[in-house]
């Protein structure tokens, strides 16, 4: 919620959001480079028609939908296809277009645009291109060109979608079926087996592990292994080499004086009640539950004591403090609340989009620029890095004129005569990060494919530069059982412990089911018993998984037990110990808001199936076409 607070940010998804509803596949599609026609050409990924996409189209793809984004590497190749994905998506229902004739009319896309930036307009006037450049570069971080692209690409999905959907119903079962699953509710007792819990209860002996390194010899390989000798220099040390001046203080806090300028700002906490998506009714209600909170707030109870007990925000367990916000963050309503009360108050309700706010201001800051005394700290910092990195710089360049006249020069002389730090890893792996060197790419690239007495030119890490030599090479062989004792152990255990989380798991509900109190049998075989909330087909218990594991379940009379379920290499046992059918009363008050689930997934769904099969036709036409090794080069580069 705060996250949605935070209007600039939002602006971006909010106005973003219309143009993914209305493609219903949600990514962005506009920003293609177009490549060559030639699918053999040697970054070629795939061909829609006469158009390529490239190794590079790809790239740039997924950087600009994840640009805010880290990417776990494990994920990475995901991530990368779903890029590519989008990519053909574009450009199949652009060739579907030019063959039906569907277009988009200038009408159409200028309508859409005014929509999604509303400022561009005073009245029937348009600001300006300056402002309307600014304004969109503001609220979707993108060129005017690509933007508007991107919006005609949307309208375009749109009259697709509703070619494919027009003729979606959601029948009055459907809306029933789907009605007694979000309504039907279940409570569970439950013991979760898990065979991470069981790992100390298995008993490893010497023979065990034997036998069982023998039958799985070949999952076991040691790798290539190195041992490097390496020098570095190190940019703290270089931080203490380069002094800043005061007249360096002042040159650099005024020339970066923009930066140290503060606006007004205001920290504040709230305590939320959401109406989002409520009737009139309920909004009413709501406002009753808020305005029995405010009147507590206001006679003296604790503000974050009262947010953690009825907030409905993510900022509820830090008592609702939201910290620091400046003007133009926030929601206006917000905002006019926030910056209008004096410090140490507490609002009325206010009313904004997400629901009933009640406001309080803790402190109040009002526009200033900060003195050097007050930033001298992060600008000597500043500037001490920036001289460390020059003179890093300068001196990695004599280490690589160094190395180019010398060749093999020993890393221990150029430690000695450029005042670096020096080491040995040992036994290195390709896999195997060397964090005593810091993280560069390229760096392990290097030190496996250098021979042994070699020096490397210097690289640059996190850490500073350095220099690697090889020093031995341990070729990579079958193991023997010494050299991978605690991993043969590890899975050993593991193995054994999944064994035993089956065979707990049908014991208990053998028991259970032989007319065993439940709780009792769990606890004499170590087990504790759970209980669930009340849950619907649609819901989920927090430790176990989705109750779609549990649809058994909803037929099963009270008390009785049900057969184990696994999920992955976990095992869950369970008794029924509660059934709510629906309340049939509820249909008509739920039904409209229900058919409209039914429909849009219905819809969707159609969708994705229309999408499916023009990606198979136009393959079978030859309008589709792969390189399959670039694609494998892409998805996996490893």
């Given at each position: 919620?705060?996250?949605?607070?935070?209007?600039?940010?939002?602006?971006?998804r909010?106005?973003?959001?219309?143009?993914?509803g209305?493609?219903?596949i949600?990514?962005?599609?506009y920003?293609?480079?177009?490549?060559?026609?030639?699918?053999?050409?040697?970054?070629?990924?795939?061909?829609?028609?006469?158009?390529?996409?490239?190794?590079?189209?790809?790239?740039?793809?997924?950087s600009?939908?994840?640009?805010?984004?880290?990417?776990p590497?494990?994920l990475?190749?995901?991530y990368?296809?779903q890029?590519?994905?989008?990519?053909?998506?574009e450009?199949?229902?652009s060739?579907?277009?030019?063959?039906?004739?569907?277009?988009?009319?200038?009408?159409?896309?200028?309508?859409?645009l005014?929509?999604?930036?509303?400022?561009?307009?005073?009245g029937?006037?348009f600001?300006?291109?300056?402002?309307?450049?600014?304004?969109?570069?503001?609220?979707?971080?993108?060129?005017?060109?690509?933007?508007?692209?991107?919006?005609?690409?949307?309208?375009?999905?749109?009259?697709?979608?509703?070619?494919?959907?027009?003729?979606?119903?959601?029948?009055?079962?459907?809306?029933?079926?789907?009605?007694r699953?979000?309504?039907?509710?279940?409570?569970?007792?439950?013991?979760?087996?898990?065979p991470?819990d069981?790992?100390?209860?298995?008993?490893?002996?010497?023979?065990?592990?034997?036998?069982y390194?023998?039958?799985?010899?070949a999952?076991?390989?040691?790798?290539?292994?190195?041992?490097?000798?390496?020098?570095?220099?190190?940019?703290?040390?270089?931080?203490?080499?380069?002094?800043?001046?005061?007249?360096?203080?002042?040159?650099?806090?005024?020339?970066?004086?923009?930066?140290?300028?503060?606006e007004d700002?205001?920290?504040v906490?709230?305590?939320?009640?959401?109406?989002?998506?409520?009737?009139?009714?309920?909004?009413?209600?709501?406002k009753?539950?808020?305005?029995?909170?405010?009147?507590?707030?206001?006679?003296?109870?604790?503000?974050?004591?009262?947010?953690?007990?009825?907030?409905?925000?993510t900022?509820?367990?830090?008592?609702g403090?939201?910290?620091?916000?400046?003007?133009?963050?926030t929601?206006?309503?917000?905002?006019?609340?926030?910056?209008?009360?004096p410090?140490g108050s507490?609002?009325d309700?206010v009313?904004t989009?997400?629901?009933?706010?009640?406001?309080?201001?803790?402190?109040?800051?009002t526009?200033?620029t900060?003195?050097?005394?007050e930033?001298?700290?992060?600008?000597?910092n500043?500037?001490?890095?920036?001289?460390?990195?020059q003179?890093?710089?300068?001196?990695?360049?004599?280490i690589?004129?160094?190395?180019?006249?010398?060749?093999?020069?020993?890393v221990?002389?150029?430690?000695k005569?450029?005042?670096?730090?020096?080491g040995?890893?040992?036994?290195?792996?390709?896999t195997?990060?060397?964090?005593e060197?810091?993280?560069?790419?390229?760096l392990m690239?290097?030190?496996?494919?250098?021979?042994?007495?070699?020096?490397?030119?210097?690289?640059?890490?996190?850490?500073?530069?350095?220099?690697?030599s090889?020093k031995?090479i341990?070729?990579?062989?079958?193991?023997?059982?010494?050299?991978?004792?605690d991993?043969?152990?590890?899975?050993?255990?593991?193995?054994?412990?999944?064994?035993?989380?089956k065979?707990?798991?049908?014991?208990?509900?053998k028991?259970?089911?032989?007319?065993?109190?439940?709780?009792?049998?769990?606890?004499?075989?170590g087990f504790?018993?759970?209980?669930?909330?009340?849950?619907?087909?649609?819901?989920?218990?927090?430790?176990?998984g989705?109750?779609?594991?549990?649809a058994?379940?909803?037929?099963?009379?009270?008390?009785q037990?049900?057969?184990?379920?696994?999920?992955?290499?976990?095992?869950?046992?369970?008794?029924?110990?509660?059934?709510?059918?629906?309340?049939?009363g509820d249909?008509?008050k739920?039904k409209?808001?229900?058919?409209?689930?039914?429909?849009?997934?219905?819809?969707?769904?159609a969708?994705?199936?229309?999408?499916?099969?023009?990606?198979?036709?136009?393959?079978?036409?030859g309008?589709?076409?792969?390189?399959?090794?670039?694609?494998?080069?892409?998805?996996?580069?490893?």
């Amino acid at each position: 919620m705060w996250d949605a607070l935070r209007e600039k940010k939002i602006g971006v998804r909010i106005m973003l959001g219309v143009v993914v509803g209305i493609l219903g596949i949600g990514m962005l599609l506009y920003l293609v480079p177009q490549g060559t026609n030639d699918l053999n050409s040697s970054d070629a990924v795939a061909q829609v028609g006469d158009q390529t996409i490239s190794v590079v189209d790809v790239q740039n793809q997924l950087s600009k939908s994840t640009r805010s984004s880290q990417i776990p590497p494990a994920l990475l190749p995901a991530y990368t296809q779903q890029a590519l994905d989008q990519l053909i998506d574009e450009k199949m229902l652009s060739l579907e277009a030019d063959r039906m004739g569907l277009r988009v009319s200038d009408e159409e896309h200028a309508d859409l645009l005014k929509k999604l930036v509303p400022t561009a307009f005073t009245g029937d006037t348009f600001i300006g291109m300056d402002r309307y450049t600014a304004e969109v570069q503001a609220r979707f971080q993108m060129s005017v060109p690509e933007f508007e692209t991107e919006v005609k690409g949307a309208l375009l999905q749109q009259k697709f979608q509703q070619l494919v959907t027009d003729g979606v119903r959601a029948s009055d079962d459907e809306v029933r079926d789907e009605f007694r699953r979000e309504n039907e509710k279940i409570k569970l007792d439950y013991v979760s087996i898990k065979p991470d819990d069981l790992l100390a209860k298995v008993e490893v002996s010497d023979a065990d592990l034997a036998a069982y390194f023998d039958k799985n010899k070949a999952r076991y390989v040691v790798p290539e292994r190195r041992t490097v000798d390496y020098a570095i220099l190190d940019l703290a040390q270089l931080r203490q080499r380069s002094p800043v001046t005061d007249d360096d203080e002042k040159v650099y806090y005024q020339s970066h004086i923009d930066q140290y300028k503060l606006e007004d700002r205001a920290h504040v906490a709230h305590i939320l009640f959401k109406t989002v998506g409520m009737t009139d009714a309920e909004a009413a209600e709501v406002k009753k539950k808020a305005e029995d909170v405010l009147s507590k707030a206001k006679h003296g109870g604790n503000f974050g004591d009262l947010a953690k007990q009825y907030s409905e925000d993510t900022t509820k367990d830090k008592g609702g403090d939201l910290g620091w916000i400046v003007r133009g963050q926030t929601v206006p309503e917000f905002e006019a609340a926030a910056f209008s009360l004096p410090k140490g108050s507490i609002s009325d309700l206010v009313k904004t989009q997400y629901g009933f706010h009640i406001i309080q201001v803790i402190d109040r800051e009002t526009a200033r620029t900060q003195t050097l005394d007050e930033v001298k700290a992060s600008i000597v910092n500043q500037l001490q890095q920036e001289k460390a990195e020059q003179l890093g710089e300068t001196i990695s360049t004599q280490i690589a004129d160094e190395i180019r006249r010398g060749g093999r020069v020993p890393v221990e002389d150029l430690a000695k005569k450029f005042n670096m730090t020096t080491g040995q890893a040992k036994l290195v792996e390709a896999t195997q990060p060397l964090p005593e060197l810091g993280n560069a790419p390229g760096l392990m690239d290097t030190i496996f494919h250098q021979r042994t007495g070699d020096v490397s030119a210097p690289i640059h890490t996190d850490l500073g530069y350095v220099i690697v030599s090889v020093k031995d090479i341990q070729p990579s062989h079958p193991a023997v059982l010494a050299e991978v004792h605690d991993r043969v152990a590890s899975d050993f255990r593991h193995e054994k412990a999944v064994d035993l989380a089956k065979t707990r798991a049908e014991e208990l509900a053998k028991r259970a089911k032989s007319g065993e109190n439940f709780a009792a049998a769990a606890k004499a075989l170590g087990f504790a018993v759970k209980t669930s909330e009340p849950i619907s087909r649609t819901g989920s218990i927090p430790d176990v998984g989705s109750a779609k594991q549990f649809a058994g379940a909803f037929a099963l009379p009270v008390g009785q037990i049900g057969d184990p379920i696994s999920v992955g290499q976990n095992w869950t046992v369970y008794r029924v110990a509660q059934h709510d059918p629906v309340n049939n009363g509820d249909f008509e008050k739920q039904k409209a808001k229900i058919e409209e689930q039914v429909l849009q997934r219905k819809r969707q769904t159609a969708y994705d199936l229309f999408r499916t099969a023009l990606k198979a036709r136009l393959q079978q036409e030859g309008q589709l076409h792969f390189n399959a090794e670039n694609l494998k080069r892409l998805i996996n580069p490893a």
